[in-house]
């Protein structure tokens, strides 16, 4: 399982169209059989960013599958238009399990 961190920063104002989008873009993401699912997280300290947190099956499957396809560009289109600037993209493998307390 890999799991991706996009740093987005978006355009002042345009919180709740983003989110709006975010969540048209559950759809695109059905769509990719490596995809395993996503969430968004908004930061309280800097109202104007956020992590997209996507789990995929193989790093190639964001990569390669999915950024060289034409998935990508739904996405894109989808909430390109309120980013301020490039994501900042990182991936992650589990080093420890979620420990509920």
């Given at each position: 399982?890999?799991?991706?961190?996009?740093?987005?920063?978006?355009?002042?104002?345009?919180?709740?169209?983003?989110?709006?989008?975010?969540?048209?873009?559950?759809?695109?993401?059905?769509?990719?059989?490596?995809?395993?699912?996503?969430?968004?997280?908004h930061?309280?300290?800097?109202?104007?960013?956020y992590?997209?947190?996507?789990?995929?099956?193989?790093?190639?499957?964001?990569?390669v599958?999915?950024r060289?396809?034409?998935l990508?560009?739904?996405?894109?289109?989808?909430?390109?238009?309120?980013?301020?600037?490039?994501?900042?993209?990182?991936?992650f493998?589990?080093?420890?399990?979620?420990v509920?307390?």
């Amino acid at each position: 399982m890999i799991i991706e961190v996009a740093h987005v920063k978006i355009k002042d104002g345009h919180n709740a169209d983003f989110e709006a989008a975010v969540e048209q873009a559950v759809e695109v993401f059905k769509r990719v059989p490596e995809c395993r699912g996503l969430h968004l997280q908004h930061c309280i300290e800097a109202p104007d960013e956020y992590q997209v947190v996507i789990r995929w099956d193989t790093l190639e499957a964001h990569t390669v599958t999915f950024r060289e396809g034409p998935l990508f560009q739904e996405w894109r289109a989808l909430v390109g238009p309120f980013f301020d600037g490039a994501p900042q993209v990182q991936h992650f493998e589990i080093a420890m399990p979620l420990v509920e307390l």
